[in-house]
């Protein structure tokens, strides 16, 4: 039940790669799925994901919840909440495509925003944001 989960979020990583606002603002450090042990703040990682069954009549599909965490330790939370504000941005695009893109022999039929946070994480000295999304994504017969 998890072929789109890994198509989505490649789909989901290379958008945010490709936003040169968003790589400046990173400085050009990342966003990773996996932390290195000494990565350079400010940065965006992938946290928790579930997916879930949504087929139709019609078709096969799945629901997706997942979990982009944004670490900065300058500026606090003032950077936190202004990159979180661009990766909203650029994931509303996204999920508001028009042409609902193919990533992976899947269509992406929605991507949502459903909650934000934002908190001083004292573990990693600096802070930390927490965006939630909801995707749906349905597979294109014949693929």
């Known amino acids: 039940m998890t072929g789109a989960a890994l198509a989505l979020q490649k789909a989901i990583l290379a958008w945010l790669q490709a936003a040169p606002l968003l790589m400046e603002k990173l400085q050009g450090q990342g966003i990773y799925d996996h932390v290195p042990p000494h990565a350079v703040f400010p940065y965006i990682s992938l946290g928790q994901s579930q997916v879930y069954a949504w ?72 802070y930390s944001g927490q965006l939630r999304y909801r995707a749906v994504t349905e597979k294109i017969e014949g693929m």
């Open 55 to 126: 087929d139709t009549d019609t078709g096969t599909g799945e629901e997706h919840s997942l979990v982009l965490h944004v670490w900065a330790r300058s500026n606090g939370r003032r950077q936190v909440l202004e990159l979180m504000m661009l990766v909203e941005e650029l994931l509303e695009a996204l999920g508001s495509n028009a042409l609902r893109p193919d990533i992976g022999g899947f269509h992406l039929v929605n991507l949502t925003l459903q909650s934000s946070q934002t908190r001083n994480d004292e573990l990693r000295d600096g």
